[in-house]
C-alpha cells in the first residue's frame, strides 16, 4: 500500500528537481509522473501552479537563508559565525541557488523571491559586521563584496575555481574584517 503524499512531499522533490533539471521541468505532470502518482495528486495538495511555485519559492528561501542563520546563531561569537557562514557559503552546493536565479530571469514573482531572499542575507552579514565593530559606511561595501564573492561562485564554470579551503575561508574573512 503506498503511503499517502503530502505537500510538504512535493515541494521537496521540486527542489531537487529544480536543482537538477530546472524550473521548466516543474509541470505537475512531470512531477508527478517521476513521483509515479496521478496528476490529480497535485491539484489535491495545490489549488493551482501558483500555489505550487509559491510553495517551492518559500521552502527555498527557508532552506537556503532562514534555517542557516538559525544554525549559525548557536555560536556565540560573531567571528565564528561569519567564518561558519563563509565556508559554509563557499564550499556548499550551487545547483539549487543556480537553478532559482535561472527561473528568477524568467519569472518576476520568483526574482522578487530571490531579491528578498538577497536582502535577507546581505542584512544578516551587515549585522555580523556591525557585531564586530565595523563603522556604518564601510559595513554595507564589505557585505555586498561578500556577497558577490559567494554569488560569483555560482557563475565559475572551472570546478577548480568553486571552493574555498578553511585557510582560504579564514583569509577571506581577514579581507574584510580585522
Request: some cysteine; hydrophobic content about 45%.
Given at each position: ?96 541557488e543556480r537553478a532559482m536565479r535561472a527561473w528568477a530571469s524568467t519569472d518576476a514573482r520568483i526574482a ?8 535577507r542575507r546581505i542584512t544578516y552579514v551587515e549585522d555580523l559586521l556591525k557585531e564586530l565593530g565595523i ?14 564573492a559567494s554569488l560569483g561562485r555560482i557563475m565559475i564554470a572551472n570546478p577548480k575555481f568553486g571552493e ?15
Open positions: 500500500m503506498k503511503t499517502r503524499l503530502k505537500k510538504t512531499d512535493w515541494v521537496v522533490f521540486a527542489l531537487k528537481e529544480l536543482a537538477k533539471y530546472g524550473h521548466a521541468n516543474l509541470t505537475a505532470q512531470n512531477l508527478a509522473q517521476k513521483m509515479g502518482v496521478s496528476r490529480g495528486s497535485f491539484y489535491w495538495h495545490f489549488k493551482d501552479v501558483r500555489e505550487f511555485e509559491n510553495c517551492v519559492t518559500r521552502e527555498w528561501q527557508d532552506i537556503s537563508t532562514e534555517q542557516i542563520i538559525q544554525r549559525l546563531r548557536g555560536d556565540n561569537c560573531a567571528q565564528t559565525r561569519l567564518k561558519n557562514l563563509l565556508s559554509q557559503a563557499m564550499s556548499a552546493d550551487i545547483s539549487l522578487m523571491a530571490v531579491a528578498d531572499v538577497d536582502l563603522a556604518k559606511p564601510e559595513r554595507r561595501v564589505r557585505a555586498l563584496a561578500l556577497y558577490w574555498l579551503t578553511a585557510d582560504e575561508v579564514e583569509q577571506l574573512k581577514s579581507l574584510f574584517v580585522s
